[in-house]
């Protein structure tokens, strides 16, 4: 019997998927990189809603639950949507903070309705029941939840067990209820066991390759209307637009083609038919909308504007190689390094004296190679809430996977989870809080959850603090001194800082770099800018203080000037320190 009940349910699904395959016309209002996630959806949904009387035949509860989880913007709700309509059901959608009300009972009462409305649609095809941000109308509940919170999960929890309970053969058994998140963690644990929202569907941040397919899917009435310029190059946004979700692409699209209208109207010369979407115009529009993982306070997402190069740091072109080896190939060849069986690390640390470039190079690194950057300062780190820090860093790691490739960079990472103490002693609460976000960190890069394609870079100038456990292999098992520049390296660093401007003939960069030992490439910096404010108040001394003709005067940089600023400016390193830095490095090349 049971036998043929699955077999029963076997033919039926065959029907479902092949012979109503997902149509033309649906194709049309998908982009390609949601269409897997569509039919992911179809397959969870359409069979309790359609034919729940085989699950009853089989003694087995049909799923009733699904959670649909992923960054704002994704395309949750428009997947909800298509589905329904697909399945020519029903939709109730609950706004999750609609149903919070003051007055108590009230908030249950509204819950109550509408699963009654939607229990009691009488449609054929079924139902779904739709809760929007459905964290905040079941978050976690835990010793801070005031009373609604907790009545209104125990609420949901009691209508969820209660749809299992209805006979196949009442219409309002042909339910299931659909609910959206952002923030899957912080959803009660209780719905997500068995019974509930035992199914789970993830809709990722779009890669470059789903990019392109957005950008072709919003635009693809101008495409067959003829009206894109030849010079558009919708592979190239795709490169430059790391972090934009379906709708932050649609939105770019949407204020490229404002601007197509209002250069129109502004030319009295042109007509409708001359209307063309320019790349420019796309590409202006990714200045004005910026991408929704921006848009948080940890995030960096490179841009074309203002380039970083190599170029930018003199010197180190043995740091830079290292780090291309480290970072760039196998983030970049990903593909290669699995077929051969090899693992990327995980973490990369930085260590050497401050202001010799360690947070420059891999923000011109991350820029090189087009990803996301998530910087984490140790600061923002910090909670007296008993399991924020924590839930912040999981927060990181978190987005970091849902925009890779990626890298979460933390700086002065020594600050933040530094070594722990043998005896558990000593610095009160702030040792504490750092060992739990060591724990959480390790916990993180150990594979929790999977960092697939996320690279964790550390930075610091005290790489004796931090903890032994971090520099185990799996974690920052790839450590790349940054030392302070040599004569040479100082050489170069003086001719970036001065490209540009005019120098005196009697100026020699080589024997400043001679004279500049000790000083670091911040200092180097420093210096030529000291250079350019004396020469300019010796322009303004001219000028009786004037502003007027200094842009006419040729400004020139003199050796007197390099000569006063080097009796101003004073290094930022010690021989101690050098020789700190150079037995470190020793001593874990002899290991």
């Known amino acids: 019997m049971i036998n043929s009940s699955l077999d029963e349910l076997e033919n039926k699904f065959e029907k479902l998927t092949l012979n109503e395959n ?8 998908i982009p390609k990189n949601l269409q897997k996630n ?11 809603l359609k034919y729940p009387e085989y699950f009853e035949k089989l003694k087995v509860d049909c799923p009733k639950g699904v959670l649909l989880y992923g960054p704002p913007g994704v395309g949750k709700t428009l997947l909800v949507q298509l589905v329904s309509n697909y399945l020519k059901c029903s939709l109730t959608i609950i706004q999750g903070p609609e149903i919070y009300s003051p007055i108590a009972g009230e908030s249950e009462r509204l819950l109550n309705e509408k699963f009654n409305i939607a229990l009691n649609s009488n449609n054929s095809n079924g139902t779904i029941l739709f809760i929007d941000e459905i ?9 801070d939840s005031n009373s609604v919170e907790i009545r209104v999960v125990a609420q949901l929890l009691t209508l969820m067990d209660g749809l299992n309970h209805k006979s196949a053969n009442e219409l309002s058994s042909r339910l299931v209820v659909i609910g959206a998140t952002n923030r899957p963690n912080d959803i009660d644990p209780a719905l997500r066991r068995p019974g509930r929202f035992d199914r789970e569907v993830n809709i990722s941040v779009p890669d470059e390759s789903a990019r392109f397919d957005i950008l072709n899917f919003c635009l693809q009435k101008l495409i067959l209307d003829n009206k894109l310029d ?28 404002m601007q197509m209208i209002l250069e129109s109207s502004t030319n009295l010369n042109s007509s409708s038919t001359d209307l063309k979407l320019k790349q420019e115009y796309l590409i202006d529009a990714t200045k004005r909308i910026q991408p929704s993982l921006k848009r948080h306070e940890t995030s960096y997402a490179p841009k074309s504007a203002n380039k970083l190069s190599w170029d930018q740091v003199g010197g180190l072109s043995d740091v830079k190689d290292k780090l291309i080896k480290a970072i760039e190939w196998p983030m970049l060849h990903s ?53 924020e820090s924590e839930k912040m860093v999981q927060g990181i790691f978190d987005r970091a996977r849902k925009a890779s490739p990626s890298i979460i960079f933390i700086d002065e990472i020594d600050t933040l989870i530094g070594k722990r103490s043998l005896d558990g002693g000593g610095g009160g609460k702030q040792d504490v809080v750092q060992e739990r976000i060591l724990s959480m960190m390790l916990n993180e890069m150990d594979g929790v959850s ?36 040599d004569i040479q390296a100082r050489y170069d660093i003086l001719k970036v800082y001065t490209k540009g401007l005019k120098i005196d003939s009697n100026v020699n960069l080589e024997a400043i770099a001679e004279k500049t030992e000790l ?6 910096e420093n210096l030529c800018r000291e250079v350019c404010l004396i020469e300019t108040r010796k322009m303004l001394t001219q000028l009786n203080g004037s502003m007027e003709g200094l842009n006419e005067l040729d400004i020139a940089l003199t050796k007197d000037a390099f000569d006063e600023a080097l009796e101003m400016i004073r290094p930022s390193l010690t021989q101690d320190q050098i020789y700190f830095y150079t037995s470190y490095n020793q001593s874990l090349s002899d290991k």
């Open 22 to 29: 997902i149509s033309e016309d649906i194709d049309a209002k």
């Open 38 to 48: 569509f039919k992911e959806l179809l397959d969870i949904v359409s069979l309790p």
């Open 135 to 143: 964290d905040s109308l079941a978050p976690a509940r835990n010793d």
């Open 230 to 257: 030849n010079n558009v190059n919708l592979y190239e946004l795709a490169k430059l637009t790391i972090g934009y979700v379906g709708a932050d692409l649609s939105m770019l699209c949407r204020e490229a083609m």
């Open 335 to 387: 593909e290669s390094y699995t077929r051969l069986g090899l693992k990327p690390s995980k973490g990369v640390l930085l260590y050497g004296p401050p202001g010799c470039s360690k947070t420059t190079l891999i923000r011109i690194i991350a820029q090189q190679m087009n990803i996301n950057m998530f910087t984490v300062q140790g600061a923002q780190l910090y909670s007296s809430l008993v399991g």
């Open 450 to 485: 999977e960092l697939s394609n996320v690279l964790t870079i550390g930075a610091t100038n005290r790489p004796d603090q931090l903890d032994a456990a971090l520099l185990r292999p799996g974690r920052f098992d790839i450590q790349v001194y940054v030392p302070p520049p």
């Open 519 to 524: 000083f670091t490439g911040a200092d180097l």
